[in-house]
Structures are given as C-alpha cells and as structure tokens.
C-alpha cells in the first residue's frame, strides 16, 4: 500500500500563487510516475500534470506555462507551482501515484483550491 498526503490548497485570488505538496509513504517504488490531477464540482476528473522518476513532465494544455510540477525522490515528494491561477482553475486537487507495469494506482484524499476575488 502507498499513503498520499496532500498539502497546501486553499483560498487565492484571481492571477495569485499556490503551491501543492504531496508525500508519498509505504512501498514505495521509485519509478513509479507521480501526478496531480483535479476534479471541478460537475465534471470529470482530470490530468493537471505528470512526472515521471526520471523528471519527464505532461502537461495538460490549459495548465502549460503556468503550472509546474516537480519530484525530490529523497523525500518520495511530488510538488505542483501554480502561479497566474483562474477561476476555472477551482477544483478538489487529487495526488496520484501510478505504475501502470504493475497494476498500481493510488490516490490521495485531495485538497480544495480555490479561485475568487
């Protein structure tokens, strides 16, 4: 089993900063390819962004150029920087932790952002 622990959601104003963390306990395997995805009230859940061991990053098109997301594999950690935040951007934030070789998937319990002036 793998534990997501989620942090740093929250109340931003339009054209604000958030940053997400996520830290990644139990069996742990370090090649498995962590991400962030989001779920607004009435829609799908989607991929916001993915980063593989390695440090190869995917972006979804609306998140591109004012999103990054970023890995310290010491810490079994996966961030998400989200500067020039929407209201579109408003939605319960999900951590995942995949590998998809082996059938695993896990989920973190989420974390609301939430974008109003």
């Known amino acids: 089993q793998v534990q997501l622990d989620e942090s740093g959601g929250g109340l931003v104003q339009p054209g604000g900063s958030l940053r997400l963390s996520c830290a990644a306990s139990?069996?742990?395997?370090?090649?498995?390819?962590m991400g962030w995805y989001r779920q607004a009230p009435g829609k799908q859940r989607e991929l916001v962004a993915s980063?593989?061991?390695?440090?190869?990053?995917n972006y979804a098109d609306s998140t591109k150029g004012r999103f990054t997301i970023s890995r310290d594999n010491a810490k079994n950690t996966v961030y998400l920087q989200m500067n020039n935040l929407k209201p579109e951007d408003t939605a319960v934030y999900y951590c995942?932790?995949?590998?998809?070789?082996?059938?695993?998937?896990?989920w973190g319990k989420g974390t609301l952002v939430t974008v109003s002036s």
């Open positions: 995942n932790y995949q590998i998809p070789a082996l059938g695993r998937n896990y």
């Open positions: 139990g069996s742990i395997i370090r090649f498995a390819t």
């Open positions: 980063i593989s061991s390695g440090g190869s990053a």
